[in-house]
Every structure is written in C-alpha cells, then in structure tokens.
C-alpha cells in the first residue's frame, strides 16, 4: 500500500518548537514533501527531501530516513500565522501523495 | 508571474446536473494533476497528465468523472451527473516533470452539491 499517516492535530505555544512526524510504509517513493495549508486556502510548498538528512530553510527544518520511511517537520520560533495544516507527501515515480495532514495550532 | 489558474472558484448546483471545472497550468509545466479534498480522506489524487496525455486516471472515483487535456494550457474535470457526495473542494496542481520537482496548487474549485 501506499500509507502515509501523520497525527491529526497538535498544539503549540508561540516562540516554543514542534516537531510534525510522517511514516510511510510503501516502496518506491522518490522523495519526500512537506506542504503548509491555511484553512481556506491551496497547499504551499515548504520542504522536499531525497537525501537522509537534515534540510534546514530558515525557521523550517525537514528530516527523512529512507530507511525506516520516517520523516519530521520541525517548525522553530512559532508564530500565530504558522496555525495551518501541514501535510506530508510521497513522491512516487511523478506523482505525489499526500498524508491527510496534521493541523497545528498555535496558542499565544 | 501567474499561477494555476482555476474555474469557477465556487460552485454550488443540484444533484444530477453537470459540473465542468477548468485549469490552466503554469506556463512551460507539463505535468498536471487533479486532486479532490475533503475532510474525511484529506487530498486524493484523481488523475495525472504528462504532455497532455493522461498518465495514471486510477484514482478518479468512477464513470460520472472523466478528464481531459486538450493541449498543454487547459485541462478539464468534468462530473455528469453530480452528486452530493462529490462535494469537496478540486485542485489542479502542475510541475515540470522530472523527480523532486516542486508541484505548485491552484487555488481550488469549492463545490457543493446540493
């Protein structure tokens, strides 16, 4: 199959760290994507990851072991407007595959 | 530089009438997705076009679904009849083909079928 699971919601507090896990339990995927969605609006790029390792993009890292299909969002210094939907998503051959999204919210 | 560009933005219409929703992709990209969203089952993956020719249609739900590409600007979703459990908000989506290319959205086509 091609599962993608991540957890549905999570909670944070502004100026704190979180971390967004995402297994994937298929074979032949590509890469690994991250996506951020403000409710009502279309998903965004944020992250791509091929390699094992560490991307870091300013307040943005994204991590992924091929190896054991795991890979994390980790969002630094959260601020309001990081309140969004972050979706994990497989690249298998030229399409992409989406998780069905963990939905941060940021407490003051 | 413009984006997907998708039609309508919103859509309400009664059950068993036709729904046509339109993309045109960003210029020079050539792949072209379409996505479905809903609460229930997140962003699924309807069908997918390289050089305009449909690649892999395996996730479009049934025969009242069908897709077109007619050249490599303009793409087509097309439900005949619509019903109200095709209420979802329809993404297009485009890239350059090729592996880790970044896929860029639509702003979405919201439908509700009533």
């Known amino acids: 199959g091609q599962n993608i699971d991540q957890p549905t919601e999570m909670t944070a507090t502004e100026g704190a760290i979180v971390q967004i896990n995402c297994t994937y339990q298929?074979?032949?995927?590509?890469?690994l994507f991250w996506y951020q969605q403000h409710a009502g609006e279309a998903p965004t790029f944020l992250s791509y990851?091929?390699?094992?390792g560490l991307e870091e993009k300013g307040r943005f890292s994204s991590f992924l072991s091929r190896s054991k299909g795991y890979s994390y969002l980790l969002l630094k210094e959260l601020q309001m407007k990081d309140s969004a939907s972050y979706l994990c998503?497989?690249?298998?051959?030229?399409?992409?595959?989406f998780g069905t999204g963990t939905r941060l919210q940021v407490f003051p | 530089d413009a984006g997907v560009i998708q039609s309508p933005r919103h859509e309400v219409t009664e059950m068993g009438q036709e729904v046509t929703l339109r993309c045109k992709p960003i210029s020079g990209h050539n792949s072209l997705f379409w996505y479905r969203q809903t609460m229930m089952r997140g962003l699924e993956l309807l069908i997918y076009f390289n050089n305009n020719v449909p690649i892999d249609d395996s996730g479009m739900p049934e025969d009242r679904f069908s897709a077109k590409m007619p050249n490599a600007s303009f793409s087509t979703l097309k439900i005949q009849p619509s019903e109200p459990r095709d209420s979802a908000v329809y993404f297009c989506?485009?890239?350059?083909?090729?592996?880790?290319?970044?896929?860029?959205f639509g702003e979405g086509s919201w439908l509700t079928v009533v």
């Open positions: 989506a485009s890239s350059i083909r090729g592996p880790g290319n970044t896929i860029y």
């Open positions: 998503a497989g690249l298998l051959t030229d399409k992409l595959i």
């Open positions: 990851n091929v390699l094992d």
């Open positions: 298929t074979s032949g995927f590509n890469g």
